[in-house]
Structure formats: C-alpha cells, structure tokens
C-alpha cells in the first residue's frame, strides 16, 4: 500500500469518528510498518488551506472548520430542541381536531395543557389561532399552518392517516381490537357548527403573540 | 438447483436462507418441510417454478399447475396447515388447468385461459423482478454500513425555517398512543349510573298493573332524579321496557304522530296466545 | 471573495454537516452572483482521489468515506439495520412503484403486509405517506423519503437500478388490486387516472426545508 492509499485511509477514518483519534488508533488501521505521524504531518498541510483543517487536541486528531470561517457555523448556534412529549401529543391533536380550543384539547388528553405547550408549537410555526369559538368566553381555536404541512411534507391536513391506516401500519398494535371500535375518527365539533375567523382580531393577536 | 435456473432479467438472486441445511432432500420436499418459511401462494409459486430450470417467461404453466397440486396435496398429506389462500390458488389453478385444456370457446366477456395463464406468468415475473431488484438495492453502498458521513458533525444550516424537528413517524406515534390511552379511558365510562333494563322492566310491568288506561310513558318515569346522564337513561331503559313489555304481549303501545308522545296501556293476557307461547 | 475562498465556504459547510445541503442552501452562504455550481464541481475533482468524496445525493450535496475503503470502514454488526424479508422487499415494492398504496403491494408480493411491516420501514424514515389515491376510500400512498435516498446512495428515485428495464418490461404498469385479479376481466390500464400528490410542488417543498 502506497504513502497516498494511506493518506486515503487516515482521512477516511478521521472523518467519519465521532471524537478524534489517536496516531496509534490510526496506525493500527494501517499496515505493519506506516508512519503513522508523517501521513497525519501531510494530511495536516494537505488541508491547511481548505475550508476545513487538521487539528490535533490533546495529543488525537480531529478535522475542523477553519477558525477563519467559524462564522459561518455560529449563527447556527439556536440549534435544535426537541419538542416534549405533551407538545407532540398536543400538536398530534390539533392536526387531527382543528379547529380545537384549549380547553378541547384538554378535554381530549384527558389532562390539562400548558400555555408555554401551545407557544412552543406557535414558535416553531406549526400552529396558529385560527379564530373563535361562539360559546361563552370565546375561546380562541387553534389549527396547524402551512409550515406545518411543508414539515411533514403533506397537501393538506386531510392527508393525515385515518385511525384504520394508522392500525394498519401497525402504530395500534398493542391496541386490544376489541377496544378500537371506540377508536372512531369522530368529528370533535359538531356543537360548533359556525366558526367565526374575525381577522382583525385573531391576526392582530397573532402578532402580539408571536 | 436455482443457481442453474436462468433468467435474463438479472442475474442477481435473493439469497435464500430457508433452504441452507436441506441439502439432502430434493427440491420440492425441501419446499414442503419448509412450510412456514414461505411468503403466501406467489412466493411458493416462484420456487416451484425455479425447479423448471427455464426462463421465467417459458415456464409451463402446466407443469407448474401439477406441481403446485401436488406441492398442497403433500402438504395436506402431511398433516401442515395451509392457510386459505394457498387453498385459493389451488382452486384457482385447478379452474386454470382445465380451461387450459379444454378447447376454448369464444367467449367476449372472458379472457382465454393463455391471457389467464400470461397474467399468472407476468405476476410471478414481477414479483421476481422486486425480490431481484431489493437485493441490488440491500447491496449497494449504504450509509452507515458502506459510506459515512462526517461522524462528528458540527451545528449547520440545515434547518432555516424550524428551530424544531419533528419526524411524521414521530407525530403518528404520538396520536397513536394518545388514541390507545383513551381507549383505555373510554373503557371508564362503564363505571357510570345508570337504569338498567331490568329495573325499569320490573318498574314498568309493576305500574302497568295499576294503570289500564293508554298512559304516556313519561308518567311512568321514576321522579327525584337530578342527574342529567342518569335521566337520559333512564328514559332510554323504560323505552326498552315499554317495547319488551309489548314484545311479551303484556303491554300496547301508540304514538299518535312522529315524535309525538308514547302511550301505553296494560294488556290483559289472552289465554290463547298464552298456549302459542 | 475569491473563487478560491467560495469553495472554502462551501467546503467547511460540507464537511461540517452529517447531511446532504443543497446548492440554494451553499448559494445563500455566498457572495450574490456566485456560481455553486461551479464552486461544487471544483471542489467535487478536489476531493476525487482522496479517502473523502464529494457526492451528489437525494439532489443536493455531501460529503462521505471513499466508497472503495467500504472494506476498511464497514461496521456490519453495529449498523446496519436487520430488516426482515418481508420488509426488504416491501421496501423495494415502494421504491419501484411510489407512489404505492397498501393493496397494490399486498397485490404484488401475493400475501398481505403483515402489521409492522410499514411501521418498520417509517421508523427507519426510509418511507412516509405521500397523498391519497383519488379511487374510492381515498387510500394512502407511500413513497420514499431523502433518508432513503442517502442511505442508498441515490440521486433520485429515477437512479433506482434497473428501473428502465423494469419499466420496458412492464413490470412497473399500474397494479390492479382488485383481489385474486387473476380471476377478474377488468383491464388492467382502467385504474387510478390520478393522483393527489403533485410530485413537482412536493420536491420543491423539500427543497425549500433544507
């Protein structure tokens, strides 16, 4: 094997480990009799000017992003959290119930819902007041937005998988069959036949919110 | 065995763990011992058709129709369960062979026994062509087993639009147990009051004796009761009662118009329809 | 900025992500007026002979090991993901034929999909719903996701092997799924004039997340 296939298989190896490597780590991967360190020196100047470098910390080598270019990877700092249980369950919910109120969606978890649960959603665009429900107090509804939608890659939220689909593809299992009949994809509002979307109001609100 | 069977599609063939460690038995009883390794009727079809040695295309369906009735005749013969639809497709294969050797009579509305037999041939063909196509598919280079990606990726733009992310599979996982938990909930509602049938039965047919005259059934209703779940069934369990009672012939019932009130009156009993009982 | 610079930029944001970026997203890293497509195709010949390639994948761009050191690197055991017969070719089924629905590959593998089988393959985020057939019931398609795509080593779905020759063959028509269609009349041409996914609008969608 030539110095280049070597230099090949440090690169390879370095880029896919998950922390960084040891020249002995390296050296075992090569064979009997490499230079471990002057592979490592000439990879080292092979990327010196590339976007990304060669480093070595504590004494094991990693690559990394150039620090000239670190501004790139920086504003990517507000990474990505994850949604908890509840707020999956709850957007679950509002796609499959919209347009639903808080109470409704309360209702339906059989357990109560956190305000800072809906603003998590609200944040990451996915749901949005829709507008009012006329009954007493006028309890805002919710429903799902187009972000929501392009997330999940879906035409409209009538693509969501029925009860049936979802047991065929096996998300039901440990379901008792006996028990699914109970299971009913029922329309949650049919008290509220007349949803009212006043705009003004609802939009105006969304600003404050959001 | 397989390896000599020729097909001009691919040459790649699905590695068949099922039939590793049989190398004594013949083709066919290997077929059989092996039952319950087998994917439904096209999948035992396919093997059978393998032990031909032609193109998939040149298979004579003939021999194939023998051999799979022989295949389920064997199997019976062994005492194995068969699930229905193996039994189907014999039937089915059966009805093939007989057409296909019976003259053919023009007939508009069916297609000949050699489009029956073309269709079976092109199914079977199709399915091979999928399994042929998957084993490419499992033995390319993949991700994580072949290739990598950067094992220690650093924070990028990947997400612009959604600081959250969020998979469908993880979304209908999330409605799913959230369905299963209110199944287990809905089970609850039994605890609820309610009026049995047989007590207002047994209210009904005792008040029947005190009032002959036609009655509104509403007269009938137990009072005192405030709880709204427990009135409605209430009057759910003495309409019940009203249409046993009548049923037995010891009530009848009018209404005078649609959704008007119930009446209802005792009946005496008629001693003959008592002996028809 | 340099040419030389650019490619630095669109190397570091390669190198440090674990997933494939397309070129609007390197475009929007970029002075206005670049051409990254250029820029990639540079940086793909840089990379040619080393243990790192640049390759082309789902549509957009990534970084991954050589694919000839697969012997060195291969993690068997660990990886790779124990699908069962049934799910292989399930898989594949969705591949060839997407968007595909449940019936049509019960109608194809001449056995029906037992529980689990989808739910595997959606787990695996190799397979989503795609739409809904305009036929009666209205039932679910599925399709292939981008994972798939990278965890194949595919450009698009149009690069599945041999799809020309399953095509010619007529192996790819649609699926009659009319039970036991061996024994019915109908021609097989009459079925599933349209589809609810517009697969233009869908594509792009998925651009636009990425």
Redesign the interface.
């Known amino acids: 094997m030539n110095h280049?296939e070597q230099?090949?298989?440090?690169?390879?190896?370095l880029?896919?480990?998950?922390?960084p490597l040891s020249s002995i780590a390296l050296a075992e991967?090569l064979p009997e009799g490499s230079d471990a360190h002057a592979i490592l020196e000439d990879l080292q100047k092979k990327y010196k000017?590339?976007?990304?470098n060669l480093v070595e910390v504590a004494g094991k080598w990693?690559?990394?992003?150039?620090s000239d270019?670190a501004f790139?990877?920086r504003?990517?700092?507000?990474?990505?959290?994850?949604?908890s249980?509840a707020a999956?369950?709850t957007?679950?919910?509002i796609?499959?119930h919209q347009p639903v109120t808080r109470a409704e969606i309360e209702e339906?978890?059989?357990v109560g819902v956190s305000k800072g649960t809906i603003d998590?959603l609200m944040?990451?665009?996915?749901v949005k007041p829709v507008g009012r429900r006329r009954t007493p107090g006028r309890p805002m509804t919710y429903g799902t937005t187009e972000?929501f939608l392009?997330?999940?890659?879906l035409?409209s939220v009538?693509?969501l998988?029925g009860?049936s689909?979802?047991?065929?593809?096996?998300?039901?299992?440990?379901?008792?069959t006996s028990?699914?009949n109970?299971?009913s994809d029922e329309k949650p509002d049919e008290e509220q036949p007349d949803l009212p979307m006043d705009d003004d109001e609802s939009s105006s609100e969304e600003q404050v919110i959001s | 065995m397989s390896d000599d069977w020729d097909n001009d599609i691919a040459d790649f063939e699905m590695p068949n763990p099922r039939l590793t460690g049989l190398d004594d038995l013949d083709d066919e009883e290997r077929l059989i011992v092996d039952i319950e390794g087998f994917e439904g009727p096209l999948d035992v079809l396919l093997a059978l058709s393998r032990t031909q040695k032609v193109d998939l295309k040149q298979i004579s369906i003939l021999e194939l129709v023998k051999q799979y009735l022989e295949f389920v005749n064997k199997a019976r013969a062994l005492r194995l369960e068969l699930a229905a639809d193996y039994l189907v497709m014999a039937a089915w294969l059966a009805y093939l062979k007989s057409r296909l050797l019976l003259p053919e009579e023009d007939s508009e509305d069916e297609l000949s026994a050699e489009e029956l037999a073309a269709r079976l041939t092109h199914q079977l063909a199709r399915l091979n062509a999928m399994r042929e196509r998957a084993a490419i598919l499992m033995s390319r280079n993949q991700m994580g087993r072949d290739v990598f990606a950067r094992g220690a990726p650093e924070a990028v733009i990947i997400t612009r639009y959604h600081t959250y992310d969020l998979s469908m599979y993880e979304l209908l996982k999330a409605y799913a147990e959230h369905k299963t938990r209110e199944a287990v909930a809905d089970i609850q509602i039994f605890k609820r009051n309610v009026y049995t049938l047989d007590q207002a039965i047994e209210r009904l047919s005792d008040m029947l004796g005190l009032a002959l005259d036609w009655t509104s059934l509403e007269q009938f209703l137990p009072s005192g009761i405030e709880d709204i779940q427990l009135i409605k069934s209430t009057k759910a369990s003495m309409f019940s009662a009203s249409l046993e009672l009548a049923k037995m012939g010891r009530a009848e019932l009018e209404q005078k118009q649609l959704f008007g009130p119930l009446f209802i009156r005792g009946r005496k009993q008629d001693p003959i329809e008592e002996e028809n009982e």
């Open positions: 280049h230099m090949r298989i440090c690169e390879a190896l880029f896919a480990s998950d922390r991967q000017d590339s976007g990304v990693m690559f990394q992003t150039a270019l790139l990877l504003k990517e700092e507000e990474k990505e959290r994850k949604l249980r999956v369950e957007l679950a919910i796609a499959y339906i978890r059989g998590v944040e990451a665009i996915w972000d392009v997330q999940f890659g035409n009538k693509d998988p009860i689909e979802l047991k065929a593809a096996g998300f039901l299992d440990n379901v008792n028990r699914l109970l299971l």
